[in-house]
Nanobody, 118 residues
Framework: VQLLESGGGLVQAGASLRLSCAASQRTVSGVAMAWFRQAPGKEREFVASMRWSGGTTYYADSVKERFSISRERVGYKIYLQMNSLKPEDTAVYYC????????????WGQGTQVTVSS
């Protein structure tokens, strides 16, 4: 299975962007999907996640109240709505999937660049 991301770009501070991520196979069995990000010179960090059963969501403190993760009802497709973007949100954003039995996020997308100018 592959994860295909889209929606990144260059925006000014205060703007909004919506990232999308879709699994290439509908038959995959997943436990959760998430977004991580990695800024230049920094380690990859957690942004938001959603458990497939029940839809429970989790957010990093730095994005709470500004970002929202959601999903399609059919298939493994998620979105990250990013509002009130800040320059410190600039990073490559990665979508990831935890498959049943994996115990961790084991499928990663190629990443999509988000750049926020001041």
């Amino acid at each position: 299975v592959q994860l295909l991301e889209s929606g990144g770009g260059l925006v000014q501070a205060g703007a909004s962007l919506r990232l999308s991520c879709a699994a290439s196979q509908r038959t995959v069995s997943g436990v959760a999907m998430a977004w991580f990000r990695q800024a230049p010179g920094k380690e990859r960090e957690f942004v938001a996640s959603m458990r497939w059963s029940g839809g429970t969501t989790y957010y990093a403190d730095s994005v709470k109240e500004r970002f929202s993760i959601s999903r399609e009802r059919v298939g493994y497709k998620i979105y990250l709505q990013m509002n009130s973007l800040k320059p410190e949100d600039t990073a490559v954003y990665y979508c990831t999937l935890q498959r049943v039995g994996a115990g961790q996020y084991d499928v990663w997308g190629q990443g999509t660049q988000v750049t926020v100018s001041s």
